[in-house]
C-alpha cells in the first residue's frame, strides 16, 4: 500500500491547495491504486472530523470548477484518515509508521518551516526515511543561506538527495511548463533570444490580497523571501536559461543553476539604486476599503510587502539586458506576466505611430488567463496617402483559431506536483544548489537593506506600488507594462 501523509493535514496549505488538488486527481481516476492519504496534524480530532472538514473544503473548491460529483468524493473520502501527532517526536510518529506499514511513503510538510528539520529527524527515527520514503518540503525553506543549509542538513542526514521534493508550485503551473515548449519547441523564437534582440525583460507577480491574518509567519519573512527567493527567481531561470541537451531532472536544473550563479551580486552600494521596497498604506482594494499592513500586524514593522528589483545576468547570452522584476500584496490586479521586450527596430521608415512602444513585446500571462501573445506593428487598413502603422496582439492561447480543442480545466499547480513527487520525479523541484545560489543573492539584498536602514517606501493599497518602483524603469527610459 502507497501512502501519503500530509503534515500539517489540517491547515491552510493542506485545506486550499493540497486536498482539493488530490480531489481533482481522483477525480481525473489519476491517483494511484490503493493510496491512503493520511492527515497527520496536532489537532486531537477524530478521523470523521478530520473527514468531515475535508469534505466542506473540497467541495466548496469543486463546486468552484463544477467538478463535484459525490462518487468522486466517496472514493477519496475511503482513502482519508487522520492521526493526532506531535511530528517533532519519534515516539509519537511510531504509530503513524504503523499505519503506513512498509509500502512506499511520500510526506507533505505544509507546516513552518522552523520545524523542518526537528521534523525529518524525528521521521528518520520512527522508520519514516526508509528507502521508500520521499519528502516534499513547502517553501521557503529557511530564511537565509544559513538557515537553509542548516534544515537541509537535517534532511540530508535523514534522506538521500533523490528523495527530497522542494516545491515551488509555480513550476506546477501549465503556463509555466508553456515557457519551455514555447522556448524549445519551436525553431523561430530561440534565435532571437538574446541581447542582440532583447531590450529587457519583467516579470511582475502582483496580488491584491492584503496580508490579512498570515502575518505572523508575513512579517518575518517579507515579499523577498516570500516571492522573490523562489516563484520569481525560477520564472527567470526559465526565461534566461541555456536549452537543456534533454529533459531529464538534472539536465534542467543544471542550466537553471547556471542561470543563479550568473546573475551579478546586488552590492550594498547597488542596492539604493536597483532595489526597491515598499509596505501598504489604507486604501481602496477591489472596491473596499483595505486596512494598511501595520493596522493588520497591529503593531509598527519594517517588512515590506512590495519588492521591485533590476537583476542583471552576467553571461554572454544576456549581458547589457535588465531583468525587471516586482511583486506586491494589494496591488490592483492578480495578475502574474513575464514581459519579453524586444528591441526597436534599428531605423524607422515610418512616421512615429501611437503605440509603437508596446509592438515588439511578447507577454507570457500566467494569471488571471493562461496565455501567450505577441504584439506586433502592423498596417491600419485604408487608403490613406502615407502608411499608418498600429500596434496588434496575436494570441497564442488555447482555442483561439476556433479550430483548437476547447482548453481542460486549470489545474490548481499542486495537482502536477503532487503527482510527480509520488512518482519520484523531480523535473519541477528545485535542487538544492539551485535554492541555495538563490539564497546567495537574496541575502546581499536583504544585508544592503538591513544595513541601510532604510525603511520601505509606502504605498497606497489598490496602486502598483511606490512611485520608487516606478522610478527604477523611469531611470532606465522604460515603464512597466502594467501601470496606474
Ligand atoms: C505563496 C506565497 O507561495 O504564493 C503567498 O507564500 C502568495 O504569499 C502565493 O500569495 C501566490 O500564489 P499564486 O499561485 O496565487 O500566485
Redesign the pocket.
Known amino acids: 500500500m502507497a501512502a501519503l501523509i500530509l503534515f500539517g493535514g489540517g491547515g491552510d496549505l493542506a485545506m486550499r491547495m493540497l486536498l482539493p488538488s488530490l480531489y481533482f486527481l481522483e477525480h481525473d481516476g489519476l491517483l494511484p491504486d490503493g493510496l491512503k492519504i493520511i492527515g497527520a496534524a496536532r489537532s486531537e480530532e477524530t478521523a470523521e472530523d478530520y473527514v468531515a472538514k475535508v469534505h466542506e473544503a473540497v467541495k466548496a473548491r469543486a463546486e468552484q470548477d463544477q467538478a463535484w460529483d459525490d462518487h468522486s468524493w466517496t472514493r477519496m473520502k475511503a482513502r482519508l484518515d487522520y492521526l493526532a501527532v506531535d511530528a517533532t517526536s519519534a515516539d509519537s510518529l511510531k504509530p503513524l509508521k504503523d499505519k503506513v506499514g512498509d509500502g512506499e511513503v511520500t510526506s507533505f510538510l505544509a507546516v513552518s518551516p522552523s520545524l523542518y528539520g526537528r521534523i525529518v529527524t524525528a521521521m528518520k527515527a520512527a522508520g519514516l526515511a526508509e528507502r521508500n520514503c520521499r519528502i516534499v518540503l513547502?517553501?521557503?525553506v529557511g530564511r537565509d543561506l544559513k538557515s537553509f543549509l542548516e534544515i537541509d542538513d537535517a534532511v540530508a542526514h535523514a534522506f538521500r538527495e533523490d528523495q527530497v521534493f522542494r516545491i515551488?508550485?509555480?513550476l506546477g503551473?501549465e503556463t509555466v511548463q508553456n515557457l519551455t515548449a514555447l522556448r524549445f519547441g519551436n525553431t523561430i523564437f530561440e534565435p532571437l533570444w538574446n541581447n542582440l534582440t532583447i531590450d529587457h525583460v519583467q516579470i511582475t507577480?502582483g496580488?491584491t490580497?492584503g496580508?490579512g491574518d498570515?502575518w505572523p509567519?508575513?512579517d518575518e519573512?517579507g515579499a523577498l523571501r516570500?516571492?522573490l527567493q523562489?516563484?520569481m527567481l525560477q520564472l527567470l531561470c526559465l526565461v534566461a536559461m541555456e536549452p537543456p541537451s534533454d529533459l531529464d531532472p538534472e539536465s534542467l536544473r543544471n542550466e537553471k543553476v547556471k542561470v543563479l550563479r550568473s546573475l551579478r551580486p546586488i552590492t550594498y552600494e547597488e542596492a539604493e539604486r536597483v532595489t526597491v521596497r515598499g509596505q501598504y498604506v489604507a486604501g481602496v482594494s477591489e472596491g473596499r476599503p483595505a486596512k494598511g499592513y501595520i493596522e493588520e500586524r497591529g503593531a509598527p514593522s519594517d517588512t515590506e510587502t512590495f519588492v521591485a528589483i533590476r537583476a542583471d545576468i552576467d553571461n554572454w547570452r544576456w549581458a547589457g539586458v535588465p531583468f525587471f522584476m516586482r511583486t506586491g500584496?494589494r496591488l490592483p490586479e492578480?495578475r502574474?506576466e513575464i514581459v519579453i521586450q524586444f528591441k526597436p527596430v534599428p531605423h524607422s521608415i515610418f512616421d512615429d505611430e501611437e503605440g509603437e512602444a508596446l509592438a515588439n513585446r511578447m507577454i507570457i500571462e500566467?494569471?488571471p488567463e493562461e496565455d501567450i501573445s505577441l504584439t506586433v506593428m502592423n498596417k491600419r487598413p485604408g487608403l490613406d496617402k502615407r502608411m499608418q502603422l498600429q500596434p496588434i496582439t496575436m494570441s497564442l492561447s488555447w482555442g483561439v483559431d476556433g479550430k483548437s480543442a476547447a482548453p481542460p480545466r486549470r489545474r490548481i499547480?499542486y495537482e502536477r506536483l503532487l503527482l510527480d513527487a509520488m512518482a519520484g520525479d523531480s523535473t519541477l523541484f528545485v535542487r538544492r544548489d539551485e535554492a541555495e545560489q538563490a539564497w546567495k543573492w537574496v541575502d546581499e539584498v536583504a544585508e544592503a537593506w538591513a544595513e541601510s536602514g532604510h525603511k520601505p517606501d509606502e504605498y497606497v493599497a489598490g496602486t502598483w506600488g511606490p512611485d520608487s518602483a516606478d522610478m527604477l524603469m523611469i531611470r532606465t527610459g522604460r515603464d512597466w507594462n502594467t501601470t496606474d
Open positions: 513547502e517553501k521557503p515551488d508550485h509555480y503551473k507577480i496580488e490580497v496580508v498570515r509567519y508575513y519573512y516570500d516571492m523562489n516563484h500584496k492578480k502574474t500566467l494569471q499547480a
